[in-house]
Nanobody, 125 residues
């Protein structure tokens, strides 16, 4: 059974950092491309970051570029998203997603095969 489980969210002050984890089970990590999305209340789900199955290609949304890093540990079967210098506008539920095939546009949620349940990130003083 394929499953993605996110963790690492929480309440953090502006300027702080978080590392989100996405633990995968039921398949081998290096067979899939992964992405992180987020969704704030009343807004559409938006892309945050992407890593290819070979880990040689990464993308970041403009909103997090320069202060976030996506990475994967194939031994632990886990994908990570480190976000630094957090801002109140980063507040959202963060989801990881996996896809086996290549995507024309990594930022379109409909292209992904599997999703986690999400982890809440709240940035507030």
């Amino acid at each position: 059974q394929v499953q993605l489980v996110e963790s690492g969210g929480g309440l953090v002050q502006p300027g702080g950092s978080l590392r989100l984890s996405c633990a995968a089970s039921g398949f081998t990590l290096d067979e899939y491309h992964f992405a992180w999305f987020r969704q704030a209340p009343g807004k559409e789900r938006e892309e945050v970051s992407y890593t290819s199955k070979t880990d040689d290609t990464t993308y970041y949304a403009d909103s997090v570029r320069g202060r976030s890093t996506i990475s994967r540990d194939n031994v632990k079967n886990t994908v990570y998203l480190q976000i630094n210098s957090l801002k109140p506008e980063d507040t959202a539920v963060y989801y990881c997603a996996a896809v086996w095939g290549n995507l024309h546009d990594w930022g379109i949620p409909d292209g992904y095969d599997y999703w986690g349940q999400g982890t809440q990130v709240t940035v507030s003083s």
